[in-house]
């Protein structure tokens, strides 16, 4: 028979004193943890499904042509309106001096139609002499019928000489409605005549001006053989060569403005119900680690899930059915001086969290942007320089200057 050993119940009292330590160590720590939860942690959303994004303009020719020349290349720093591929520009040319010798010979045609008008008077007023003469000759020829007839009784006329009489009264009758037929045929032709003239002037006639802004677009076509830089940034994806044939819209390189890239963060769609526009957000990148932080605040919430504007979207409805948590891409932007001190590129990752403990902002925009999300001058045609050269066709083609007459 086996004794029980005076230890054991000194075993027990310490084990359990063991576990109630521990116990109380892990109530203390989830006591510690729903303190910390509630007063810090529950203020914040967090997600590491954060990327850069940026503009990426891309350079397209708005002419087709031969490239001759490409300014820049990839990673350089460009300018907006620095000149980055340049065309043949003999095509243009020749199109440019096609279209000022259509304009000139224009001119010339119109100036003839503004002239046609005097001498289509000119032709109204000398019919209208010829049916004044036309009818004193009908007047002539009927008094002398009416004297030969009234003499035909007497015997002292013959009655060939009435004959006569009667022949010379028909033929002036018929000159007089020729005559009458000629005047309205004029002034037909002098009225069709004004009105492709009426109420204009040989500068501003419909014809000059269509050939005018034939000139202008032509002069347009010859000012884009040279491909401008639409904004100031870094010149990537360049696949345009020397020698190449571009097309119209075809992409040649494209332009990032790493100055003004954004983040955006794919917040999981129960991460939302806090996230307001213009809470504030701290930011780390993969590239620089946790020694350099950003700042930022929430510019907007997606309009839709990252699924929903896939370019297979998913298929719901169908039978085979699985739930995944959905993502909506959440836009942050950051601070300026921070991207110029520390760059970032288009597609680096980020950690990003959001203190969402002010709610009182919005979680849709409220009101249109008050200024457009980008422009730029860099396409811009001096008109002036175009305008020059179209009054001096016209005015060298008029024989005055434009605005004066003779």
Known sequence: MNTPSPDKPDMSRTRRVALLAITAVFGVAAIVYAVYWYLYERHYESTDNAYVAGNMVLITPQIGGTVVAIEADETDLVRAGQALVKLDPADAQVGLAQAE???????????????????????????????????????RARDDLQRRQSLASTGAVSEEEIGHAQTAFANAQSALGAARAAVSAARE?????????????????PNVQRAAESVRAAYLARGRVELPA?????????????????????????????????????????????????????LTADLYGDRVEYHGTVAGLGA????????????????NWIKVVQRVPVRIALEPRELTANPLRVGLSMQVTVDVADRSGRMLAATPPAQPAATTNAFVSPSNEVDALIDRIVAANLGHAVGTHD
Do not use: C
Not at 189 to 203: D, F, H, I, S, V
Not at 239 to 244: D, I, L, R, T
Not at 246 to 270: C, S
């Open 189 to 205: 032709q002098l009225t069709a005549n004004r009105a492709l003239t009426a109420g204009t002037t040989p500068e501003n006639h």
């Open 101 to 139: 010798a259509q304009l000139a010979q224009t001119v010339r045609e119109v100036r003839t139609l503004f002239a046609n008008n005097a001498s289509l008077a000119a032709a109204v007023a000398l019919r209208d002499a010829e049916v004044v003469t036309a009818q004193s000759d009908l007047a």
């Open 230 to 282: 639409p904004v100031t940034g870094y010149v990537a994806r360049r696949s345009v060569q020397v020698g190449s044939r571009v097309q119209v819209g075809a992409p040649l390189m494209a332009i990032v403005q790493l100055d003004r890239v954004w983040v955006e963060a794919n917040f999981k769609e129960v991460q939302l119900r806090d996230l307001r526009i213009g809470q504030p957000v701290s």
């Open 304 to 319: 839709g899930t990252g699924a929903a504007f896939a370019l297979l979207p998913a298929q719901n409805a169908t039978g």
